[in-house]
T-cell receptor, first 112, second 114 residues
Framework: ETGVTQSPTHLIKTRGQQVTLRCSSQSGHNTVSWYQQALGQGPQFIFQYYREEENGRGNFPPRFSGLQFPNYSSELNVNALELDDSALYLC???????????FGPGTRLTVL | AQSVTQLDSQVPVFEEAPVELRCNYSSSVSVYLFWYVQYPNQGLQLLLKYLSGSTLVESINGFEAEFNKSQTSFHLRKPSVHISDTAEYFCAVSDTGGYNKLIFGAGTRLAVHP
């Protein structure tokens, strides 16, 4: 059974650019959640997708958007990058909306 | 609104000594509770969880945590730590209804010394 995978591993962008991060959920999982973990802090919830629909959203501006595909993989898009967007972005999948979340290894985004 | 407080940002301990990592939460609704571990430059791994039933939950690598509803705590303990337990530990809560947004604490850095 394949776990949660994320790509790319690392990414460097400059302010104002746009970025797309990708996540493949664990086999059989239909729910994907995204979190932002700034250096030295706990992860913060960005949003969750359940069966291709956004199911809940944290306190992040609209320039953070996402998609979930029919195979339940997901993308996180961030427009107009800011320096404070530099963080580890974590994707987690779960069997259903309210089930235990299993995390991928993360994508380290650096904004210069 | 829910919140999680991890009372210690760093816990240094010698190998084979016992350890307790403290976690308190605040919530107006019923919660599920989790401990995740993060090794350097890696994602989060689920260590253990409390959903219902017995208030004492155990992991396969010797950690245990006890849900205390009256004290709103979910402290993590291990009777004898190993060097390999050195990592960042995160306590998290989610409510029991609807979608399970995890609210994390700031983390506790466990440093095991020989």
């Amino acid at each position: 059974e394949t776990g949660v995978t994320q790509s790319p591993t690392h990414l460097i962008k400059t302010r104002g650019q746009q970025v797309t991060l990708r996540c493949s959920s664990q086999s059989g999982h239909n729910t994907v959640s995204w979190y932002q973990q700034a250096l030295g802090q706990g992860p913060q919830f960005i949003f969750q997708y359940y069966r291709e629909e956004e199911n809940g959203r944290g306190n992040f501006p609209p320039r953070f958007s996402g998609l979930q595909f029919p195979n339940y993989s997901s993308e996180l898009n961030v427009n107009a990058l800011e320096l404070d967007d530099s963080a580890l972005y974590l994707c987690a999948s779960s069997l259903q909306q309210a089930d235990t979340q299993y995390f991928g290894p993360g994508t380290r985004l650096t904004v210069l | 609104a829910q919140s999680v407080t991890q009372l210690d940002s760093q816990v240094p301990v010698f190998e084979e000594a016992p350890v307790e990592l403290r976690c308190n939460y605040s919530s107006s609704v019923s919660v599920y509770l989790f401990w995740y571990v993060q090794y350097p430059n890696q994602g989060l791994q689920l260590l253990l969880k409390y959903l219902s039933g017995s208030t004492l939950v155990e992991s396969i690598n010797g950690f245990e945590a006890e849900f205390n509803k009256s004290q709103t705590s979910f402290h993590l303990r291990k009777p004898s730590v190993h060097i390999s337990d050195t990592a960042e530990y995160f306590c998290a809560v989610s409510d029991t209804g609807g979608y399970n947004k995890l609210i994390f604490g700031a983390g506790t850095r466990l440093a095991v010394h020989p």
